[in-house]
């Protein structure tokens, strides 16, 4: 499975940006999809996840801001990123895992907030 990540970029504080990750299978044969970032000399942490019945979880430092959705029609997986902060900024990865219990990982976007 290969996962195509796109929509970073550079955002003043307060903006929004729209990520998204196309995953080269049927969506319906992944039981979670998610967004994990790495900020510099950082691990790479959780960000979002949804499941295949829509159950969300966040991390909390994006609860509230941020809102991940999967687009079952288009096949793909949304990250709307609001209310951005510095220390938003990193490389957001996009994840998932099939019902076989394999994990993928996307090539990762860079997006930058300004203050």
């Known amino acids: 499975v290969q996962l195509q990540a796109s929509g970073g970029g550079l955002v003043q504080a307060g903006g929004s940006l729209r990520l998204s990750c196309a995953p080269s299978?049927?969506?319906?044969?992944?039981?979670?999809m998610g967004w994990y970032r790495q900020a510099p000399g950082k691990e790479r942490d959780m960000v979002a996840e949804i499941t295949a019945g829509g159950r969300t979880n966040y991390a909390d430092s994006v609860e509230g801001r941020f809102t991940i959705s999967r687009d079952n029609a288009n096949n793909t997986m949304y990250l709307q990123m609001n209310s951005l902060k510095p220390e938003d900024t990193a490389v957001y990865y996009c994840?998932?895992?099939?019902?076989?219990?394999?994990?993928?990982w996307g090539q990762g976007t860079l997006v930058t907030v300004s203050s």
């Open positions: 299978t049927s969506i319906f044969s992944l039981v979670i």
């Open positions: 994840k998932a895992v099939t019902f076989g219990a394999a994990g993928y």
